[in-house]
């Protein structure tokens, strides 16, 4: 089995010369435009989209042909995605949009002189070759230097304008070679009390979960905290500045303490073999609760801590060691007794009890075993009959 780990590293264009903005100011209007006109069509397929329209495109705006293409397959991305939400008949207004470059249009090289070592190269529209843009990093450098190393390609960019800068969303991506089938599944709950809690699930020994492990998070909620006490201190004093500057230093320092954990989450998973990590979905959680069907509870997991964060980093530091990451449907994962599979209501109490078996067990512990189980059912690895406590239980104080 193949996956493919994709992430996004932000450069920016970094003093370039007058002219060189103005074709690329000027190509951007032509390419919104482009990409307007073909949302007039209505879009949902691009083959469909291409028969009908490409050639007239080409007639109508003076654009190098792969930016054309590239406006048309974002106006069918952008109808696609506004169908879903909005409906068929709905009309769409675009006021902007960034303009993607692929292989075809674009090169990135590093040549070691001048201010910056960087420079992308574009194919701009009145320009016979290409012109160049220095590029400067600040976050995720050294995953540019590994994509010119070959580890990552880039397949394309995006060149973004915002308040009159110019910005390169490089996306990058690779093949990661993944196990056919896994041997352990690795179940992660996430809530308020313990930040994280996984639990392995073993495919000889399926109704012995194994190893359960806390992380409680007390640091990053700390820092939450600590947040909105200074933030209501500065807000009376009225120093909006301040504000941004103590939110940009405590989400850095959360982000840093979101790595380790994400990290020790993985390095937990690898110890078994061929692990797979099961998490919940919290898109649906998110979904869901946008139909009103979920209570308080949800809307808090999903608003005040940064749960969605801490996803993306385990999942990508899990693609890079060749884990791969399962999503769940999130529901009754807590109320669901793992033994019987009865459904309790749990309330606030931090102890599972279960009136039909008689269970007693955390909570928490309860909820990542179900979530993994929700994996080993599907690969069919025995029925529930009794699982045992884990042999040994863990607490890091991440
Ligand atoms: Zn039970």
Redo the contacts with the bound molecule.
């Keep these: 089995m193949h996956s493919t780990l994709q992430l996004t590293v932000i450069g920016k264009v970094f003093n370039p010369n007058k002219g060189k903005v103005l074709s690329l100011n000027r190509d951007l209007d032509r390419y919104v435009e482009c990409v307007r006109w073909y949302l007039s069509f209505k879009p949902t397929s691009r083959g469909k989209l291409h028969k009908d329209a490409y050639e007239k495109a080409k007639e109508r705006f003076d654009l190098k042909t792969a930016l054309i293409q590239s406006a048309r397959d974002k106006a069918v991305e952008i109808y696609k995605s506004f169908e879903k939400v909005k409906g068929k008949d709905s009309e769409i207004h675009l006021r902007r949009c960034c303009m993607r470059f692929d292989e075809r249009s674009f090169k990135f090289v590093k040549v070691g002189k001048g201010l910056t070592p960087y420079w992308l190269h574009l194919s701009l529209s009145g320009a016979y070759g290409r012109t160049a843009f220095p590029i400067v990093f600040g976050e995720r450098k050294e995953l540019i230097e590994e994509a010119l190393d070959g580890e990552y390609s880039i397949k394309s960019i995006e060149m973004k304008k915002r308040k009159g800068e110019w910005y390169v969303h490089f996306n990058l991506s690779r093949g990661v070679g993944m196990p056919d089938t896994p041997d352990t599944v690795i179940g992660i709950d996430r809530g308020e009390k313990n930040f994280a809690v996984a639990v392995g699930i073993q495919k000889g020994s399926p109704n012995k979960p194994r190893k359960g492990m806390f992380w409680s998070g007390a640091e990053i909620k700390a820092l939450k905290g600590k947040y909105h006490h200074i933030r209501r201190s500065l807000g009376r004093k009225k120093l909006p500045q301040e504000i941004k500057k103590i939110k940009g230093k405590l989400s850095r320092k959360t982000d840093q303490l979101l790595h380790k954990l994400a990290n020790g989450i993985v390095a937990y998973a690898s110890q078994f073999e061929n692990p797979v990590i099961a998490l919940e979905d919290l898109t649906h959680i998110r979904n869901q609760f946008r139909k009103k069907k979920n209570g308080k509870r949800l809307n808090r997991r999903m608003n005040s801590l940064p749960f969605r964060k801490l996803q993306d980093y385990i999942e990508y530091k899990a693609l890079k060691e060749g884990i791969p990451v399962e999503y769940i449907d999130p529901k009754n994962t807590t109320k669901e007794?793992h033994?019987?599979g009865?459904i309790n209501n749990v309330g606030y109490h931090r102890n599972y009890w279960?009136p039909?078996?008689g269970?007693t067990y955390d909570r928490d512990l309860n909820a990542s075993i179900n979530i993994a189980q929700r994996i080993t059912s599907s690969l069919g690895w025995g029925t529930r009959e009794c699982p045992e406590q884990p042999n040994e239980v863990s607490v890091a104080k991440t």
Excluded: I, K, S, V
């Design positions: 007794c033994r019987c009865t279960c039909n078996c269970l």
